[in-house]
Antibody, heavy 119, light 111 residues
Framework: EVQLVESGGGLVKPGGSLRLSCAAS????????MNWVRQAPGKGLEWVSS????????YYADSLKGRFTISRDNAKNSLYLQMNSLRAEDTAVYYC????????????WGQGTLVTVSS | QSVLTQAPSASGTPGQRVTISCSGS????????VSWYQQIPGKAPKLLIY???QRPSGVPDRFSGSKSGTSASLAINGLQSEDEADYFC????????????FGTGTKVIVL
């Protein structure tokens, strides 16, 4: 069974940093592209970043302007999101998401971790 | 900053057919496949349709997807009370070095 478990969310002050983690299990982690998708309270879904299985391809939403960094450790079956210079508008539930191997879609989602940026 | 446009809401009575549209452009829907997601309030989204019209195993066949040009649609046939949820479309966008884009979301209300 595919499982994605996020951790690392919490309350942080504007300008602060936070590192999210996602522990994956139930599949060959290194074979799949992984993503972070966020959802602000009461709002829609917003794609944040994507990283291919071998880290060759990395993409970010333009709105992040270099503040976020995605990474992965295939030996530890883990995905990460380093978030710096956090702003109030970064407040959201952050989902760890696995892409399908043969289709462009978000196949499996974690339960999400809430990041709140507030003074 | 959603790039794909959806109507805010749609409604129907049990048993009816409801259709949700997703409007995009040549850089996303027209040139890439579309997927659809269902989100029950308080839960994580769930993949409903991929590659425009394919259903993952376990998704009821009353859900169907289609695409034409720069638009895509999700149809729910035989609407059921448990279908009340938010629905989002998504596609890869070839502009700006590549990115995924989501629709604005449609809340389906079962009357």
């Amino acid at each position: 069974e595919v499982q994605l478990v996020e951790s690392g969310g919490g309350l942080v002050k504007p300008g602060g940093s936070l590192r999210l983690s996602c522990a994956a299990s139930g599949f060959t982690f290194s074979s799949y592209s992984m993503n972070w998708v966020r959802q602000a309270p009461g709002k829609g879904l917003e794609w944040v970043s994507s990283i291919s299985g071998g880290t060759t391809y990395i993409y970010y939403a333009d709105s992040l302007k270099g503040r976020f960094t995605i990474s992965r450790d295939n030996a530890k079956n883990s995905l990460y999101l380093q978030m710096n210079s956090l702003r109030a508008e970064d407040t959201a539930v952050y989902y760890c998401v696995r892409e399908a191997v043969a289709a462009t879609c978000f196949e499996y989602w974690g339960q999400g971790t809430l990041v709140t940026v507030s003074s | 900053q959603s790039v794909l446009t959806q109507a805010p809401s749609a409604s129907g009575t049990p048993g009816q057919r409801v259709t949700i549209s997703c409007s995009g452009s040549s850089s996303n829907i027209e040139s890439n496949t579309v997927s659809w997601y269902q989100q029950i309030p308080g839960k994580a989204p769930k993949l409903l349709i991929y590659s425009n019209n394919q259903r993952p195993s376990g998704v009821p066949d009353r859900f169907s997807g289609s695409k034409s040009g720069t638009s895509a649609s999700l149809a729910i046939n035989g609407l059921q009370s448990e279908d009340e949820a938010d629905y989002f479309c998504a596609a890869w966008d070839d502009s700006l070095n590549g990115r995924y884009v989501f629709g604005t979301g449609t809340k389906v209300i079962v009357l």
